[in-house]
């Protein structure tokens, strides 16, 4: 038997005249004689010409909607419209049957609601065909644009000791018996008795074991799971979803910047490069959807066109303080079109902040720095002004906030009075001081969010439909 070929390269028609092995899942069987199957290579679909004079009756009936088939025959050209090549078949079995009347999915649109319930099945539909392709584009770019780099991939730890964000939301990993944990004399879990003989939680972020690596590798990112354990139910929320997090040595804030830029320039247009079909596919769908909304909500740019957008135009760089003037002095928040109106300096910038930025003021996207530090995080590197820190947000169309990241307080004095000024404990960070103590340097780094990053590029609504099987409040199925 022939060896199997994945449909995208038989759709290529390089191999017309020869026999070929294809196997995949029915999407339609039409007039008992053309069949359209799909493997996931692509979202087009191969039709299979069918001798159904010469085939048993008994095993055209098993050919329904989602039924596994393998097929041998020859590569002709199509005589039909809608594609330039089919298979012949001369040979067809039944790999898999699929009961037309119990299969969730059907021929038809599906609500993504839906398709979020059935997300063991959703993958064969082609919108998620589609995502799930550009996912795993996007994450081969990720590791090969830091390879073309140098950089070091380090796996940092997912069950840690430490609270990075110092925001509390995180996950307990413990092996207690929760309904009869050990006490201490005062009432309290004795977690000295616990696996790893203390409190332990799954991590929100790699950065601060990040930074420990490149302050003696130089350039490392992580890239890897990470957990908040935040009651959330939004189209932006996950409990569990993947992080980019590098750390660059000898680098400030304007590296920082330079470098995250560049990052998500070449991982857009490697997409769009290796996955036009799927873009194009999405854009499509958008539009189709966007038809059904009032003119006023629908998006002044496709998804194929705000793809370009951020590849064609260098991203606006300017100050928090910059960024609010502008938004206080817009007709936007003059009229009290914001939800939050911008009221003075010191104001923590909301999404629909962030979007007006990209999309009404500079129509290109935008690199905020330089944030009131009573806003951000401990591990910021302090301005000399006193009042705000080295940190700096991208910015998006569609999306807001797409990276954050900083330059790192690598001064040991300063960092201390910011923990001591945050309620962070130094006796905790011990470790994460002792690089500030020995051979410290100027460092930077950020964060980009992989599901908000494939939102972007697939142009889909709802986080959920971005990762495989979410994991949100109240739903840990699959």
């Not at 003696?216 to 189209?235: C, K, Q, W």
């Not at 040595?249 to 070449?266: G, H, Q, S, T, V």
């Not at 962030?354 to 330089?370: A, G, N, S």
Request: glycine share 8%; with cysteine.
């Amino acid at each position: 038997m022939s060896q199997r070929i994945k449909i995208k390269a038989l759709l290529t028609g390089e191999l017309t005249g020869k026999e070929v092995t294809v196997k995949g899942w029915v999407r339609a069987f039409r007039q008992n004689r053309f069949i359209a199957l799909n493997d996931g290579s692509t979202n087009n679909n191969i039709q299979i010409v069918v001798d159904f004079e010469n085939t048993d009756p008994a095993l055209l009936k098993r050919i329904t909607f989602g039924s596994a088939i393998s097929v041998t025959g020859e590569m002709v050209p199509s005589v039909g419209s809608g594609q330039k090549v089919e298979v012949t078949a001369k040979t067809i079995e039944i790999l898999g049957d699929c009961d037309p009347e119990e299969f969730p999915l059907q021929p038809k649109r599906q609500t993504l609601e839906f398709l979020r319930e059935k997300a063991h099945l959703r993958f064969r539909t082609s919108t998620f065909g589609a995502i799930f392709r550009l996912r795993n584009t996007l994450a081969f770019a990720v590791h090969k644009f830091f390879n073309e780099k140098g950089f070091v991939y380090l796996h940092t730890p997912i069950i840690t000791a430490s609270d990075a964000e110092g925001a509390g939301e995180m996950f307990r990993v413990t092996t207690f018996d929760p309904q009869k944990p050990p006490l201490t004399e005062t009432g309290e879990v004795d977690f000295k008795q616990d696996f790893f003989g203390r409190s332990t939680n799954l991590t929100v972020s790699g950065q601060l074991e990040g930074e420990l690596g490149a302050m003696a590798l130089s350039d490392i990112y992580t890239f890897g799971p990470t957990f908040r354990a935040e009651n959330s139910n939004t189209t932006r929320h996950l409990a569990e979803f993947w992080m980019i997090e590098p750390e660059m040595a000898f680098y400030d804030l304007n590296d920082n910047m330079d470098l995250a830029e560049e990052m998500l320039k070449y991982l857009i247009g490697y997409a769009l490069e290796h996955n036009r079909e799927d873009i194009e596919f999405l854009t499509q769908r958008l539009l189709d959807e966007e038809k059904q909304k009032p003119q006023a909500e629908r998006s002044e740019m496709s998804l194929l066109e705000k793809l370009q957008f951020c590849l064609d135009n260098d991203f606006v760089r300017l100050t928090y303080t910059e960024a609010i003037d502008i938004l206080k002095e817009s007709n936007h928040n003059k009229k009290k079109k914001f939800q939050y109106l911008i009221e003075g300096w010191g104001a923590d910038l909301q999404s629909e902040h962030e979007r007006y930025l990209v999309e009404k003021h500079f129509k290109k996207p935008v690199i905020l720095t330089d944030y009131p530090k009573d806003i951000k995080s401990f591990y910021m590197r302090l301005n000399d002004d006193g009042k705000t820190v080295r940190a700096m947000d991208i910015l998006f169309p569609g999306i807001g906030e797409i990276i954050g990241g900083s330059q790192r307080e690598e001064r040991y004095d300063k960092l201390v009075q910011r923990m001591n000024e945050m309620g962070v404990p130094t006796e905790e960070l011990w470790w994460y001081l002792d690089t500030r103590r020995f051979g410290s340097c100027e460092h930077a780094g950020f964060g980009l969010g992989f599901e908000r990053l494939v939102l972007f590029v697939t142009g889909m609504g709802n986080i959920r439909d971005v990762i495989p099987f979410p994991r949100a409040p109240k739903t840990a199925e699959f």
